[in-house]
């Protein structure tokens, strides 16, 4: 069973990694449709921006979340603990006491 979950692990982090930078391109993608809304300006612009905000960027934003949880299914699959506080160690040096 161990075995599975390093397995299914490994592909829901690819599929993270790759899910989170097509997020990120596409969020890139919106600065350039808002520069094109600057550069044309008046009615147009404003029509741009508003398909921008509330058609493209929910998909974005519902799209990376749902990554998001992938790859913390992911960590959690491979026993790793990332949302947990650590104890440290205090590290000796040589000349304290």
């Known amino acids: 069973m161990k075995e599975f979950c390093k397995k299914l692990s490994?592909?829901?982090k690819t599929i993270?990694?790759?899910g989170i930078m097509i997020?990120?391109?596409a969020g890139g993608l919106t600065f350039f449709g808002y520069l094109a809304a600057v550069?044309?300006?008046g009615e147009t612009a404003a029509l741009i921006c508003t398909v921008i905000y509330k058609n493209i960027i929910p998909v974005i934003?519902?799209?990376s979340v749902i990554m998001?949880?992938?790859g913390l299914v992911a960590m959690y699959l491979n026993g790793?603990?990332?949302l947990t506080p650590e104890k440290k160690e205090a590290k000796k040096h040589e000349g304290e006491v």
């Open 80 to 82: 790793e603990k990332a």
């Open 16 to 18: 993270f990694g790759y």
């Open 23 to 25: 997020s990120l391109f």
């Open 61 to 63: 934003i519902y799209f």
């Open 39 to 41: 550069i044309i300006g």
């Open 68 to 70: 998001v949880l992938l």
């Open 10 to 12: 490994k592909i829901l």
